[in-house]
């Protein structure tokens, strides 16, 4: 008869054996990647991809949720409904990728290169993506609610629709950026670069706009309502197009 810590001990080896070989990712699968540059609806959770290059890639509902690929090249790879939620894709670069209603929630993109990406209706909720270059990216309709955008590139981007709630865009680069109907409610632009960028109808209730740069920006029909200006002055509600602040800096 087997004792009793001993069956104890091979109960756990049992179950942590079994746990690892369900959840751990298919080391096939990850050869065939690289062989064939092409998996569609590969399951790559908690893979390890730091340094590898995947140009041109086909890997559209892939799942890289938890998977390390810091500084991986995806450069105009097939990433379409791609799950990167949690991920560490620190300094990787998806430059003219699709990204289309692909989830970075939780991601750790800091200076990220998206240059030119398609991210239309991508989910980029809490995600970090400081210092990240999305210069002409197209962001119709995506989501960056609560996300870190700090000192991020987002020169000439398209962004119409795009939610940029309670996000920190804080010395962003915004200029000549196309952000009609965008949703910036709470968010933080402070020292943001806003020049001839196009906000028309966009929302910024509660916004904080102090010392952004906003010449030649299109505000038409944009909301200021509850808006800390860029001369530190709060909107009156219903400042429609512009700051109703006069009154304000009259007194």
């Known amino acids: 008869m087997i004792p009793l810590p001993s069956l104890k001990f091979l109960l756990v080896f049992f179950l942590w054996t079994y746990w690892n070989t369900i959840y751990a990712y298919d080391e096939n699968v990850i050869i065939h990647l690289k062989n064939l540059n092409n998996c569609p609806a590969c399951d790559l959770s908690d893979a390890t991809f730091t340094n590898y290059e995947f140009a041109s890639a086909n890997i559209h509902f892939a799942n890289f949720s938890n998977s390390d690929l810091r500084n991986s090249l995806f450069i105009r790879a097939n990433l379409h409904d791609a799950n990167f939620h949690n991920a560490n894709l620190v300094e990787a670069n998806l430059r003219g990728a699709n990204l289309w209603n692909a989830n970075f929630s939780k991601a750790h993109m800091q200076k990220i290169i998206l240059q030119s990406a398609n991210l239309d209706s991508a989910q ?128």
Not at 148 to 159: T, V
Not at 161 to 175: D, E, P, V
């Open 124 to 251: 980029l909720i809490e995600a970090n993506l400081f210092e990240a270059n999305l210069k002409s990216a197209y962001l119709v309709n995506s989501h960056f609610v609560k996300a870190n955008l700090e000192k991020a590139k987002l020169n000439g981007a398209i962004g119409s629709g795009a939610n940029f709630s309670r996000a920190n865009m804080q010395k962003a680069a915004i200029h000549g950026a196309n952000m009609t109907n965008a949703i910036l409610v709470k968010t933080n632009l402070s020292s943001a670069k806003l020049d001839m960028a196009n906000f028309s109808n966009a929302n910024f209730i509660d916004a904080n706009l102090q010392n952004a740069s906003i010449n030649g920006t299109n505000f038409e029909g944009a909301n200021l309502s509850g808006a800390i200006w860029v001369n530190g002055i709060t909107c009156p509600p219903n400042s429609i197009s512009i700051c109703k602040n006069m009154i304000a800096i009259d007194e």
